[in-house]
C-alpha cells in the first residue's frame, strides 16, 4: 500500500475514472459496515469525486431518488436522512426505476455479492442448494436488471477465494456467460459487469470468450497474492500494470470536500 | 359513503392459516407489523408472502413458523443485517422461496391490477430466478414482434396488509408531503383483492377531501381500515418516526437462537394483550415518541 493514500481512497479514484460525463449511476442504499463501504460509501464518494471532476454532467439514483445531493453525508443513516434527502425527484413509486432499467437508461451501477464466477455471473441469493441453503442470502433486488439492462455495471468486492469461485452456487444475475452458453444465446443484450474493482487489483472481461482477466494489481500487491485470493485463474495478461494512485487533486477533494468526516470510506 | 373503520381484531379476524398474503411496506418503512403481531398472537399459520423488501414483518412471521412460502425481492433487515428467523427457517428448508428481482415483481403486481394473468419482462434470461421456477416464469415468443420474452405470474393474494400514513373512516389513505418513496405500495393496493390498512392516524374525511391528490390508497379499494399508531414499530414511518435502533438491536441479538426468538415473540406478540399493551411494554408512549421525526404534512 502507498503510504501516500488508504486503499478506499483508491478505489474511490478508480471508481470515479469509470464514470463518464452525463452517465446516470445507480446505487443501492442498504447493509452496513464493509458491505456498506462497497456498496454505497465508495460508489457514492466516486460518482461525486467525477462530478467534481470530468464529469459535471453525471448524476445517480440513490434509493428512489433522482439525482440526490451528494454534497454531505450524515453520519448515522436513519429513515429520516433518507426521507428528507434533497434530490430533483423521487419518483411517486419504484416502477418508474424499474421501467429505466428495462429501457437501459442507466449507464452504470454498482454490486457486489458473496459469490462471482469467471464469467461474471454473480450470487446475492443462497449458498449451497437452493431449496436448503448451507446460507440463505438476501434475495436479488435489481441485480439481475442491472446486469441485463446497465451499459457498464461495476462490480465491487473484496477478493476473496470463497467469493471469487469457479461456478456460483446460484446465478442471481447473469454475466457474459453461464454453462457454455454466452448471454446473447441465453437471451440478453448488450450489458454484464464491465468492471470488478477490489481491495487488490481491477479485473476486468477483456478477453476473447469475455471472462475474466487481470487489468492492474494495486501498488504493493503481488500477482501471487492476488491468485491466492481467487478460487480460479483469470486470463493474465504480458503486462501487468500497476493500478494508479489517486493524484493529490483527486486526494484533495476526497479529504477535505466529499468526506471529511470519513463516513462513506470509513471501513 | 361506508364507514369502514374497524378494530384489528374485526379486520383481521378473516384471515384464516393457509392464507396468501400481500405485505407492504419497503425495508424499514411502513411495514404492517402491528397486524403481524395480531397474526401471530392469533395462531394464523401455513403463509404464503408476497412481498417487496421485506424486513421485520417477514422475520416476525418466519420466527413463530407461520411462513410455508415466500415471494419476493429481499428478505433481510437492511443496516441491521441478515433476516435471522427468515434465514434460519429457509436453511432448515421450513420456508418454500421463491425469489423475483425487481421488474419481475413489478410486472407481477402490474398484472394482478389489470385482472392479467401475466405480463412480460426482458429480464431474466439465465437466471436461476427463472430456472428454479418453471410454473412462475416461463419463456414465450411475443405475438407482435416476435421476440422472445419471459411471462411473470401474476401477484394475485387472498389479502393485501399495508400500514400507511393517514386516511379517514371511509379508507382513503394519504401521504404526506415529504416521504420516502422508495416502495410499491400504492402498486400492492392496486393489485390486491381484500386490502386492509393499518394507518398512523384516522383524520375527517373533510380533511382528506381537501386534497385528494394526495389520496394514494383510494377507500374504493379498502375493505378495512384501522388506526394503529406506532404500527410499524420496531420499523419506521417516514416523516413520522425513525426505527427503533436499540430495540432492532435486541431483536437481532434475541433471534440469534429459536428459543430466544420465541421468548421475543412471547412477551412482544403472544402475551401482549392488543397493540396498546405492546406499546405500554416498550414504556408507554412516552418511550416511543422519542422516535419522532419533524413533520411536514398538510393534516395538522
Sequence with gaps: MNAHHTPNELLTSQVARVILDDDLAFVGVGTNGRAFTLAVGIPLAGLRLAQMLHAPGASGYWGNLLEPDLSSFPEHLKQD???????????VDVGYKCDMLARRGFDVSFDSGAQ???????????????ARPKVRLVGCLAQPEHFAFVRRPIVMMDLDRRSFVEKVDFVTSVGHARDGR????????????????????????DTPDRSMRLRSLHDGVSLEEV??????????????????????????LIRQEIDPDRVLLKV | MKSKLFSL????????????????GSLLRRPPNAAVRWLIKNNVRDLTLLTWAATTAIDLLAAAGAVKRYEGIYAGLFNFGLAPNFRRRVQEGAIEVRDFSETAMV??????????????????FGSDIALKNPEQIKEYACPISGEQLLAVAAARSDFTILHGYVGDEFGNVQWPLV?????????????????????????????????????YIPGQMVEAIVEIPYGAHPAAVDGFYDEDQAHLEAYVEASQTDQGASAYLDRYARQALDHS???????????VEKLTVEREDTWQ
Design chain 1, 116 to 130: 462471482i464466477d469467471r464469467y461474471g455471473n454473480l450470487n446475492i441469493t443462497a449458498i449451497g442448494d437452493y
Design chain 2, 107 to 124: 410486472a407481477r403486481l402490474r398484472a394482478a391490477s389489470q385482472g392479467l394473468p401475466s405480463l412480460p419482462i426482458k429480464t431474466l
Design chain 2, 179 to 215: 416521504r420516502d418513496s422508495d416502495d410499491v405500495d400504492q402498486m400492492m393496493a392496486a393489485a390486491s383483492s381484500r386490502l386492509i390498512v393499518t394507518v398512523e392516524k384516522i383524520v375527517p374525511h373533510e380533511v382528506i377531501s381537501r386534497r385528494p391528490a394526495l389520496t
Design chain 2, 9 to 24: 381484531d374485526d379486520a383481521l379476524a378473516p384471515i384464516r392459516s393457509g392464507s396468501s398474503i400481500s405485505l407492504g
Design chain 1, 182 to 205: 454466452t448471454r446473447q444465446e441465453w437471451g440478453l443484450g448488450e450489458g454484464g459487469p464491465h468492471v470488478v474493482i477490489t481491495n487488490k487489483a481491477i479485473l476486468d472481461f
Design chain 1, 81 to 91: 436522512s433518507l426521507t428528507r434527502w434533497k434530490a430533483a425527484a423521487s419518483p
Design chain 1, 227 to 252: 491468485l491466492d485470493s481467487m478460487g480460479f485463474r483469470p486470463t493474465i495478461p504480458d503486462y501487468i500494470a500497476i493500478t494508479p494512485a489517486p493524484t493529490s487533486r483527486e486526494l484533495q
Design chain 2, 277 to 287: 399493551d405492546y406499546l405500554r411494554l416498550l414504556g408507554g408512549l412516552a418511550a
